[in-house]
Every structure is written in structure tokens, then in C-alpha cells.
């Protein structure tokens, strides 16, 4: 017999979970479903029903609903299928293979653009400069370099190239010491005196690393996967614990429907619990998270808002023009070098004949160059490709971040005239879309994006002058019983209690 006197186990949310699954899939259910409904379903108790149905709404982008009585309605568009699984599989396979092609690109290029940038344009001048003093020559009897000689002087110019590149006596090498590099006094104290006088600081940045931003763009920065969460755990903590929808969309720029599941993950991770208030407006308590061992009286700053982060595009190179200018000028070089060879049947054996001063009009044309025309002219017209191909992606690539800063300056308006219970004007979030965006939107993805927020037409405050108004019933409810709950809630959540233990005690 089980002790009546035992204290009720709470079961895992994943286990409840299975279990409600198993037991709505039999009964088909896809209506919007209370935690009685869950319970009666699956015979789970009402608590674990509870936490079973806020991780089912995390795992299948569930909703959540409230009625005018206080209850909580769940609900499951798609059921408990993931139909988005095969989209976002495929948009993370081929991420992944974008970012492995770019990964294996950047690591051949770095590898192999020092030897054909610097060291084929070294290689083409020796060439030059060698049929100059040949052909000058008056001393018949010594003859020409041997093709080894042709070797050397290729493996010595790939040997000047990299020490251009990546020695730290090269001024075009990172941390070179006519920089100030490696703390040196002499040299970082004229660089403060030419920082001083107002020259233009030097540009440390490697050689190499231009070369690859010339090709790939800049390098840009991993992002951090815990950060939207944190800024939603600072926007708990400044809002004295209670949160809405409209708090987690205004941190982290998300619809409703991303943020529904975002919330119940932290209804799972960090203990909340779920109020609806008598005019139907949900709110979420954690107030776990308040305490802190801290109390100096400083209030929890609020994080900034999503649209405060605005999309942007990186730069094209991120490289002076300059650098830009050496770069394409010491491509376009070895291309016609390349193409000279080809054009003059420069193979390795007839470059010998002319440094025996044969005429080049004698020169046999047995076969294609290879090593002096056609490998690098066809790397050089492929590395070419390259950032034209980025600079006709650009566009495309502008326009989506421009639409994405419309959204987020639809979001800001949204949320700051719901929580007056306002409603909003068209005409206001056309301008509020064109000035962030720089082109007013188009009416379908406007309405589609006002849709995403829980957007509905008034037709009452539409009135006659057809400037349709939209109101946000939802997010009105919820801000009004924000609220209710912030004003209700103490500091004595916050606080830890007196300490009567500490192992560091003496």
C-alpha cells in the first residue's frame, strides 16, 4: 500500500511528456487542450500534465490561450508532428556545407595565394629580368640556367613570399616591430609620436589576412548561442520576475510564434509558473531567478532591445583601397603573364631556349604551358570570381537585412502602443518600416508580419478615412496584468536569508 502521508513525486517533464503524446495521438486529438484535458487523457496528475504539455509546447511549437475565466488553453498547430524538421534539416545541412566549402576555401587560399599572388608575380618578374640580362649578355660560352635553376628561382620567390607575408621583420606581417610590435620601446614610442602629430595609424593587420578578406570578406565573430538567453534572464530579473510574450520579443526580436516555445523552455529550465489574469491576459512568474547575495540597492538594468541591434551587412573586404588595388593589380598581373605564356607556348623547355637566346618566334609549340600559363591563369580567373560573385550577392544580402530592421521597427511600435491599449494605425507602421528599412514594405509582408505579433484588424477605429487600424489584444491583456503582478511583488524575493553557515569560516 503506498504511505498516504508521502509527499506527491513530481514525474519529468519528458516522461509526461511521452505519455501525453501516446495518449492525444490515440484519441487524434489536434483541438486546444486544457491541463484537465491532458490529465483525463493520460491519467497523468494534474502538476505533471502540466509540465508535460509546457515542454510539449517547446518541442512542437505549441501555443498557449487564455479564456475570459482564467483557464489555460494549449494549443498544437501541426499536431504532434514536426512538419519544419525537413526544412530546417535541409537550411542546416546546407549551412553546414557552405561553411565547410568556405572553411576549405579559406584554408587552399591562404595556402596557395601567397605562392600565386607574390610568388608567381616574383617568379613572372625573375622571368623577365632573366631574358633581359640574357639577351644583353654578350658571353655566349656559359650558356643559360638549367631547368633546376628555373626551380630555384620559383622556390626562391615563394620563399620571399612568405617571408613578405608572415615574417615579423615583413612590414606586412601582423605584430612587425616597425609597428611597435612585441612591446619593443623604441619602435612603439614612434608610433605614439606619429599617432601624436594626427598621421593615419598603420593598418597591422597581416598581409595574408587582407588577402583573404579581398576574397572572402571579413572574418566575422562567432556568435554566442547563450546570449539571447541571457538577455531574456536580465529582463526576468529587471521586471522583478514577471515576463510576457511581449518582454521576450522585445529582447530578442521574435514572433509570437518563436516565442512561445522559447517561454516554455524557461518555464521547464528555471521554474516558473503560468497566471492568467480575469481579462485573459497570461503572465509568467520565475521568482527563482530574483535571488541574488547581492543587494546594493541598484536596480536590474534592462537589456537593450532587439531593434537597438540593427541588421547590418558586412563590409565588401573590409581592406583599404589601397590594399584592395595591390591585391587585384597583383591578380590581373599574373593573369596576363599567364596568358603571355600560353599565347608564346612558354613551357619550362622553351623558357631554357630563350635564355639561350633563341628567337621566340623559333620556339617550338609542343604543348600547353602548365606551370607558367594555364595553372595560373585558371586560379586567377577563379579567385576573380570569387568576390564578384560576393559583390553580386551583396544586394540580395542588403535588401534582407533592410527587411529585417523594418520588422523590428514594426515590432517597437507594436509594443509600445499595446501597452497603451492603442491602436495602431497602418500609416504609422509603413513609416516605422521605411525609416529603418529606407523603402516602405510590401501591404502582404506587412500584414504578415503584423499577423506574427498577434495583430488584428479594428475594424471599429478603422473608421472611414481607409487607414486600417490594428489592435493587439493579447499583448494589451498581458501588459495590464504585468502590471497588476510587478506592482504585487515584493523584495523578499530577492533576498537569500541570513547566513548560520560557511565552510570558510574560521
Do not use: C
Not at 99 to 125: E, S
Request: charged share 25%; proline share 7%.
Amino acid at each position: 500500500m503506498p504511505n498516504a502521508n508521502a509527499p506527491p513525486t513530481t514525474m519529468a517533464p519528458e516522461a509526461a511528456a511521452k505519455i501525453l503524446t501516446k495518449a492525444l495521438e490515440t484519441k487524434g486529438e489536434r483541438r486546444p487542450l486544457t491541463i484537465a484535458d491532458a490529465a483525463a487523457a493520460s491519467g497523468l496528475a494534474l502538476r505533471d500534465a502540466d509540465r508535460g504539455l509546457h515542454f510539449l509546447t517547446r518541442e512542437y511549437r505549441g501555443h498557449l490561450r487564455a479564456t475570459e475565466n482564467g483557464d489555460l488553453l494549449f494549443v498544437f498547430p501541426t499536431g504532434f508532428s514536426k512538419p519544419w524538421e525537413t526544412r530546417d534539416a535541409l537550411t542546416r545541412a546546407f549551412a553546414s556545407l557552405g561553411h565547410a566549402l568556405t572553411g576549405a576555401l579559406r584554408f587552399v587560399v591562404r595556402a596557395w595565394l601567397t605562392i600565386v599572388l607574390v610568388g608567381y608575380a616574383a617568379l613572372f618578374l625573375a622571368v623577365i629580368v632573366a631574358l633581359t640580362f640574357s639577351r644583353s649578355s654578350n658571353d655566349n660560352d656559359r650558356g643559360a640556367p638549367p631547368i633546376g635553376a628555373i626551380g630555384g628561382a620559383f622556390f626562391r620567390a615563394l620563399g620571399d613570399a612568405l617571408f613578405w607575408t608572415f615574417h615579423p621583420f615583413s612590414p606586412f606581417a601582423v605584430n612587425s616591430i616597425y609597428d611597435g610590435g612585441f612591446n619593443g620601446s623604441r619602435y612603439g614610442s614612434v608610433q605614439s609620436a606619429r599617432n601624436l602629430r594626427g598621421a593615419k595609424p598603420k593598418d597591422d593587420t597581416p598581409f595574408y589576412e587582407k588577402i583573404n578578406r579581398f576574397f572572402f570578406g571579413p572574418t566575422e565573430a562567432p556568435e554566442d548561442p547563450l546570449l539571447p538567453m541571457r538577455r531574456v534572464l536580465a529582463e526576468i530579473r529587471a521586471q522583478k520576475g514577471r515576463i510576457g510574450l511581449a518582454d521576450v520579443m522585445r529582447v530578442t526580436g521574435l514572433p509570437r510564434e518563436a516565442a512561445d516555445p522559447l517561454m516554455a523552455k524557461l518555464m521547464l529550465d528555471y521554474d516558473g509558473d503560468v497566471i492568467v489574469s480575469e481579462e485573459g491576459g497570461i503572465t509568467y512568474r520565475f521568482p527563482d531567478v530574483r535571488r541574488t547575495a547581492i543587494e546594493d540597492g541598484t536596480p536590474e538594468a534592462r537589456p537593450q532591445p532587439a531593434w537597438s541591434r540593427p541588421a547590418r551587412v558586412a563590409p565588401l573586404t573590409g581592406n583599404s583601397f589601397e590594399s584592395n588595388a595591390l591585391i587585384l593589380g597583383l591578380n590581373v598581373f599574373n593573369m596576363v603573364m599567364a596568358g603571355v605564356a600560353i599565347e608564346k607556348g612558354l613551357t619550362l623547355d622553351n623558357l631554357q631556349l630563350l635564355l639561350h637566346r633563341i628567337p621566340a618566334a623559333a620556339l617550338p609549340h609542343t604543348s600547353t604551358p602548365l606551370f607558367l600559363g594555364l595553372v595560373p591563369l585558371l586560379f586567377s580567373l577563379a579567385l576573380l570570381l570569387i568576390p564578384l560573385a560576393r559583390a553580386i550577392a551583396r544586394p540580395f544580402k542588403e535588401r534582407a537585412a533592410a527587411r529585417e530592421n523594418g520588422r523590428l521597427a514594426v515590432l517597437r511600435e507594436v509594443l509600445a502602443r499595446s501597452s497603451r491599449k492603442e491602436p495602431l494605425a497602418e500609416e504609422a507602421l509603413t513609416k516605422a518600416w521605411t525609416d529603418a528599412a529606407g523603402a516602405p514594405p510590401e501591404p502582404k509582408e506587412l500584414t504578415r508580419v503584423v499577423v506574427s505579433y498577434g495583430g488584428d484588424v479594428d475594424v471599429e477605429a478603422s473608421g472611414e478615412d481607409g487607414n486600417v487600424r490594428y489592435r493587439f489584444v493579447d499583448l494589451e491583456a498581458e501588459a495590464a496584468a504585468l502590471e497588476a503582478e510587478r506592482d504585487a511583488a515584493g523584495d523578499a524575493e530577492k533576498r537569500v536569508g541570513k547566513v548560520v553557515f560557511a565552510s570558510d569560516a574560521s
